[in-house]
């Protein structure tokens, strides 16, 4: 699943979405970042049609992470109608994540 997000399509892809998004702010040499791949995978597929994933290699897209004070990774951040609604910094579990994504569904 191809879910890469970066300066040229951030605007559209997660400012203009009409779902709510999920981005997972991360880099290549971040360990814990790895780790996280396959939960955001996992949430991905649960959340499919309800929910968009994106991941933003911060490395790459530094405007984006400076915009939105990304000061460690792993970073997951849920955009509603353009807006950052809700962040979590760090490795999390599947299930503070979920409960995150939810309240912003709810």
Sequence with gaps: MDYTLNSQNFEEEVLKSKLPV???FA???CGPCKMMSPVIDELAEEYEGEL???????????????KY???????????????LTETAIGAQN?????SIIDKVLA
């Design 22 to 24: 999920l981005v997972d």
């Design 27 to 29: 880099a290549d040499w």
């Design 52 to 66: 968009k994933v994106g991941k933003i290699n911060v490395d790459q897209a530094p405007d984006i992470a400076q």
């Design 69 to 83: 004070n990304v000061m460690s990774i792993p970073m997951f951040a849920v955009f509603k109608n353009g807006e």
């Design 94 to 98: 599947k299930t503070k994540l979920q």
